[in-house]
């Protein structure tokens, strides 16, 4: 019975330290955490782009949003919808610098986007904060290339 008791008195302590633990609140992310993580959102979404993907970079890309691609073309929202397609690439991006202006409402961020393995392209992006939400207002992407030869 004594050991019945000290089972069940573990279990309870358990519990109520599992509960106790889940139900601190979760240390708030930066600014600049934030857009990181919405910028690897906006890209799996690209990347996947089914329905729900759609909606996703819906809420991302501000209806005011002008784009310029790899090749120079400029896009606006309407367009860069429209030109999605789902693709099986990777797309990882690191060296992310992000700065912020405007008391904090406007941050310019760039990366490296590594597409299947190779340094693929450098993305700038100009994001707002409207209300508690982030929106992508501009984006210029630059395929990288090899450097000129030298002399």
Not at 43 to 48: M, N, P, S
Not at 54 to 78: C, H, L, M, S, W
Not at 97 to 105: A, E, L, S, T
Request: hydrophobic letters at 40%.
């Amino acid at each position: 019975m004594k050991q019945l008791t000290r089972v069940l008195l573990l279990a309870v302590f358990v519990a109520v330290a599992s509960s106790i633990a889940y139900a601190q609140p979760k240390p708030k992310m930066t600014d600049e955490q934030e857009l990181i993580a919405l910028d690897r959102q906006w890209t799996a979404a690209e990347l996947r782009l089914n329905n729900e993907d759609r909606k996703t970079i819906e809420g991302i890309v501000a209806a005011d949003y002008t784009g310029t691609t790899p090749f120079g073309q400029i896009v606006n929202k309407a367009q860069y919808m429209a030109n999605l397609k789902h693709t099986e690439d990777t797309d990882v991006a690191d060296e992310y610098v992000v700065r912020f202006f405007d008391g904090g409402k406007l941050a310019v961020m760039s990366h490296r986007g590594t597409v299947n393995g190779k340094p693929t392209y450098r993305s700038t992006h100009v994001w707002v904060k409207r209300g508690k939400n982030w929106q992508l207002i501009q984006n210029h992407v630059s395929n990288i290339g090899e450097p000129p030869a030298t002399p």
